[in-house]
């Protein structure tokens, strides 16, 4: 009789070298190990890690709290038969250039957070845009999705796409360390990986800020 499979475990990293959810323990122990103070824990569903997350270490009666703080605001995308409902949506952010800086994907269909990851210091709206792209196809790959598009509002972000490789000018510092080793390895994935997912840009002008947008312009 062979043994009986393992639940499937999410992973929050609070405190570590990228804070955010992972589904595996081995891309988990990466942010982890090493960092002083590193803070994370396991959840049985996806949808428990990104509220854990979303609401910090703290009282998990804080969750529901900030889960209304960042609920996306409601467009009714379906009015617009352009959109591909079926599609994730992702974007980026930093306060200054460079600076704190985050991306996270977002289900076009639902407003659902997907996956958020940062601030990491010393970043770019560009490497942030570039990582949530590869982020976002990583990510449906190994759900088993090759064929779900994915939104980003940055031709830069999708030029660096096309060429396989960011372009960014910011040199690693003993701040921006972590982050630059998250780009080393999304450099590395897309040097040997062929993205699936059809990329579409986000006709902001036409259709609003993109439903993964930070919503922090103005």
């Known amino acids: 009789m062979s043994a009986p499979s393992k639940a499937r475990r999410y992973y929050v990293v609070w405190e570590g070298h990228a804070p955010g959810v992972y589904d ?3 891309e988990c ?3 982890v190990k090493g960092y002083p103070g590193a803070r994370y824990k396991a959840y049985p569903s996806a949808d428990d890690a990104v509220a854990a997350f979303r609401s910090g270490p703290g009282s998990d009666l ?3 709290r900030t889960i209304a703080e960042h609920r996306s605001r409601h467009v009714n995308y ?7 409902l079926d599609a994730l ?3 980026g952010a930093c306060s200054r250039n460079p600076g704190p800086m985050e991306y996270r ?3 076009v269909s639902s407003g659902q957070e997907l996956f958020r990851v940062g601030p990491l210091a010393e970043g770019t709206n560009n490497i942030g845009e570039y990582l949530a792209i590869i982020h976002a196809a990583a990510l449906l790959a190994r759900m088993g999705l ?3 598009p994915i939104y980003s509002d940055s ?3 999708q030029a660096w796409i096309r060429a396989r490789h960011s372009r960014t000018t910011v040199r690693r510092t003993p701040t921006n360390g972590p982050l630059m080793d998250i780009l080393d390895r999304a450099n590395a994935w897309i040097a040997s990986h062929t993205i699936t997912n059809p990329i579409l840009k986000w006709d902001t002008d036409n259709w609003g800020e993109i439903p993964a947008d930070f919503g922090r312009k103005g």
């Open 155 to 157: 031709r830069t972000a």
């Open 146 to 148: 090759p064929a779900v």
């Open 105 to 107: 994907g977002v289900w």
């Open 62 to 64: 804080d969750i529901f």
């Open 29 to 31: 122990e990466e942010q």
């Open 89 to 91: 949506a992702v974007d």
């Open 24 to 26: 595996t323990w081995e």
């Open 78 to 84: 379906e009015a617009i038969p352009e959109i591909r």
